[in-house]
């Protein structure tokens, strides 16, 4: 009998043979799985000692979930980074892959990749400038006949082209113009009123004010009925232009093999041709806007009817606005335009190599995701930034140039402000979230203080 009471069931019987045997069991099997699993560990620790795993490895591994977690707590406050994990974790832009290509970069001199990287990425061939210019100067003279064919007085000169193909800045495939479309309004019956000094406290834009209403009535004016209030609205222009470019396509202008899409949305109204021209390229996007040509305090003022906010704005954000309507508060607005001042920056009379310049920097924010929420727009003002401070820009100062507008982008970036090269209370960064500028400036500091990581963004 066994001298303890935890040696009897609650009945007061012995406990039976069998339990005894399976306990006895039990203690052996865990015996045996101790002595398994210190010999697993064992094997493991051995196998570590050999083959030691990276520091980069490691941290991969641990920071996925911390990447997560935090995604998770901030994705209601920081919607415009939900396509941003964290830039120091993802595989495409590990210190591992860049070691790789900074180890063959940086064998190299700078201007000699940055030449390689400008033919290969950067230049787009002749005859495809040539043939797109060609295609967009079509669908231009073809919208002016039909306009001047029924409303004489609306055009004040004939519809014209620009975009970076005309400026000598296009990357690779010129597929994006911008078609112009010239109003005429009469001189003595409208008025500009900078915005800045308005309660909108918009700078770089401009309302048009219907003036001298006393001497010519309300009516009297062809544009008296696309008035919201007071000011003309480019919104309801453009669904005039929308109408007249919807006429024009279907009289059968294009060529026989193509097909076209117009689309209008977030104000903004665009042809969009596919294979316009034979295997050159995919598509020709022409984006169709208003602009006014008016007599302002300061002289001449050229308006165009791109909406606010649409040249601070990242690509994401303006992307989910296309699929909402809101209400603007901003709508009368026109943007004063600085299309001739900046071209005149961007000229290299002097041998230089401010455009060739500005195009690598274009095509290396596009094919570098942490940078590829900027717009060209926002990379042709860091440059134009950079050509008001900088004089030397021959040719041979090409290596030292770019990395000089690298760091202009990163200072940007780090200020966490963008002021427009003309308009210098406006900030292009006013519509990025302060997180996404943040990451944008980490992952750049990071590639300018490795060793030859320069050179990886170019290979």
């Given amino acids: ?25 039990a203690g052996i099997g865990a015996v045996a799985l101790a002595g398994a699993y210190a010999a697993a560990r064992a094997a493991e620790e051995a196998l570590r000692e050999e083959e030691p795993m990276t520091s980069t490895q490691s941290a991969a591994s641990c920071s996925d979930d911390k990447a ?51 033919q290969d990425k950067v230049q787009a061939p002749d005859e495809e400038i040539t043939a797109m210019k060609a295609v967009a100067e079509q669908v231009a003279q073809n919208i002016t006949e039909y306009v001047r064919g029924r409303h004489a007085n609306i055009l004040q000169r004939d519809v014209f082209v620009a975009g970076s193909a005309y400026d000598g800045t296009t990357v690779k495939h010129p597929n994006m113009f911008v078609l112009l479309v010239p109003l005429n309004l009469e001189a003595n019956m409208w008025k500009i009123v900078n915005a800045k000094d308005t309660v909108l406290k918009a700078p770089g834009y401009a309302l048009v004010h219907r003036a001298n209403t006393d001497f010519y009535r309300p009516g009297s004016s062809i544009w008296d009925r696309f008035l919201v209030g007071t000011y003309l609205n480019s919104d309801l222009i453009q669904r005039l232009l929308e109408d007249v470019l919807n006429k024009v396509t279907n009289r059968g ?49 050229c308006l165009e009817g791109i909406p606010h906010g649409c040249l601070s704005e990242s690509a994401e954000r303006r992307a989910r606005k296309a699929d909402t309507y809101e209400r603007d508060p901003y709508e009368n607005l026109w943007y004063q335009s ?36 900027l717009s060209e727009f926002h990379v042709k003002t860091v440059c134009l930034h950079l050509c008001e401070e900088e004089s030397e820009w021959e040719d041979v100062m090409m290596a030292e140039r770019f990395l000089d507008v690298l760091k202009t982008l990163e200072q940007f970036l780090d200020d966490k402000k963008l002021p427009h090269v003309v308009h210098k209370e406006m900030d292009l960064f006013e519509g990025f979230a302060s997180r996404q500028l943040g990451k944008m ?16 963004l170019l290979i």
């Fill in 1 to 25: 009998m066994a001298s303890g009471g935890g040696g009897r069931r609650p009945g007061g019987a012995d406990t039976p043979w069998w339990v005894t045997g399976i306990k006895v069991v």
């Fill in 68 to 118: 997560c977690k935090s995604d998770s707590s901030d994705s209601d406050n920081n919607a415009d980074d939900d396509q941003w994990v964290d830039i120091n974790d993802d595989d495409e832009y590990s210190d591992s892959s860049d070691d790789v290509r900074q180890s063959s970069a940086g064998e190299r001199p700078l201007v000699e990749l940055l030449e390689e990287y400008y």
């Fill in 253 to 301: 202008f294009t060529f026989a093999y193509q097909d076209y899409y117009v689309t209008s949305s977030d104000k903004a109204l665009t042809l969009e041709l596919i294979h316009p021209v034979g295997g050159l390229v995919d598509h020709l996007t022409l984006q169709v806007v208003p602009c006014i040509t008016l007599e302002g305090s300061n002289g001449t003022v």
């Fill in 338 to 373: 600085t299309r001739t001042k900046e071209a005149e920056m961007l000229q290299d009379e002097d041998g230089g190599c401010r455009k060739k310049c500005l195009q690598i920097l274009k095509a290396v924010c596009h094919n570098q995701p942490p940078l590829s929420s």
């Fill in 441 to 456: 400036n980490t992952w750049l500091q990071k590639r300018l203080k490795q060793p030859n990581g320069v050179h990886a």
